[in-house]
């Protein structure tokens, strides 16, 4: 897509959970600038759309997250310590830090509806 094609927006209604999982990694191989992804369970009356902007991580946050999360840094007991996330990107663990804070930093906000409150000032 060029910049002055109009976006395209795309939306699935899947109950099959595998087939949901097919979908989502199909677009993930795919070569696009997908820029949301919002999900919503339709067996629960309670659930409503969760809409998170990704489009603004860059290309280096997205895969130390997609890292990050195959090696269960996100997982209750912790996995994938920053070690072994910076060995499989073949970059140090201060690097891995910084991108995993930056890529959280755009993404909490939006799961939590807020603007990002602790932007830095300038001194």
Do not use: C
């Amino acid at each position: 897509m060029s910049d002055s094609d109009p976006p395209l927006y795309v939306t699935f209604r899947i109950a099959d959970r595998a087939a949901l999982r097919k979908v989502i990694q199909a677009y993930g191989s795919m070569e696009s600038d997908i820029e949301t992804i919002t999900i919503v369970d339709p067996e629960n009356e309670h659930s409503h759309p969760l809409t998170i902007e990704v489009g603004n991580l860059t290309k280096k946050q997205w895969e130390a997250l997609r890292v990050a999360h195959e090696k269960g840094h996100y997982t209750s007991p912790r996995g994938g310590h920053l070690e072994e996330i910076a060995a499989d990107l073949g970059i140090s663990k201060s690097a891995v830090s910084q991108r995993l804070r930056a890529a959280e930093s755009k993404i909490i906000p939006a799961i939590l509806g807020t603007k990002d409150v602790h932007t830095r000032k300038s001194k």
